[in-house]
């Protein structure tokens, strides 16, 4: 992706996740989840970043229930920065791209990121920056929807016809390969699946929409969908109908780890 391209990618998806900062929250459900699972366990202190806090659930909760100095909010999308969760005296809201994080280096002594990575072009520059802005010994908790996200909906669109219609995302073995080559040390990893139910093909469309996520890292080129191609959707999407209802499937990696001068994986 070039950098003109990734600038405009950028801009769309400020526009799109600062239109969803209203009604977020009710949308992500999955979201929530996995933060409540990343966090869980984890003791933060001194300094701490969250990269791409969105409406700010997971940055309050760590600013209440854990021994912290304070805590940077920060996320690409301005409306974000205004929900009523930032609203406490040790978070401090940001808009910054998580790509350049605009800070000096060793400035946290930890970094979370709950669903916000997979928008990054590049894992490896990430991976670069965590590693300049993290203290030494700092630690890191990354929640990142990884290959297998949206796996039914991507199956059903291909059999409707040849456009993406969703984002790629990057795999497990990409995203820890990266940390690892920036020198710092992975403690553990894990993956998980969270799941999304809904009546129809129609309401899970709305949510994605909702909450932002249907922004696509190449603009589609064929214009609107057409009815009939919601309609062979819908039809597509029955095959994966369960009891609870049409799922939307989130595969996230949970990777912790360490600014350390020793490399270590463990599972």
């Known amino acids: 992706m070039t950098a003109f391209n990734q600038l405009a990618l950028n801009e769309r998806i400020a526009q799109r996740f600062g239109s969803a900062a209203s009604h977020y929250d009710e949308q992500a459900l999955a979201q929530r989840q996995s933060a409540q699972q990343l966090i869980a366990g984890q003791t933060l202190q001194g300094r701490v970043l969250d990269i791409g806090c969105g409406t700010g659930w997971l940055t309050r909760h760590i600013a209440e229930h854990h021994p912290i100095d304070s805590i940077a909010a920060l996320d690409i999308a301005l409306p974000m ?34 669903f916000a990575l997979q928008w990054l072009a590049s894992p490896q520059n990430f991976a670069q920056e965590l590693a300049r802005v993290l203290a030494q010994n700092g630690q890191f908790c990354l929640a990142i929807p990884v290959d297998g996200t949206l796996a039914e909906l991507n199956q059903a669109w ?110």
Do not use: C
């Open 81 to 114: 920065l205004t929900a009523a969760h930032l609203q406490h005296p040790l978070i401090i809201p940001i808009q910054a791209d998580a790509a350049f994080l605009p800070f000096k280096e060793n400035s946290f002594d930890a970094v979370v990121s709950n």
């Open 158 to 267: 291909a059999q409707v016809d040849t456009s993406r219609h969703t984002n790629q995302f990057f795999s497990t073995l990409t995203w820890l390969e990266a940390l690892q080559s920036a020198g710092l040390t992975i403690k553990n990893q894990q993956q998980s699946a969270f799941y999304q139910y809904y009546d129809s093909t129609k309401a899970l469309l709305k949510s994605l929409k909702a909450i932002g996520a249907n922004e696509l890292q190449q603009p589609r080129q064929h214009g609107l969908w057409g009815r009939g191609q919601l309609l062979a959707l819908e039809q597509a999407m029955e095959h994966y109908r369960q009891s609870q209802g049409i799922p939307l499937h989130y595969e996230v990696l949970m990777v912790y780890g360490q600014k350390a001068n020793s490399q270590h994986i463990s599972e």
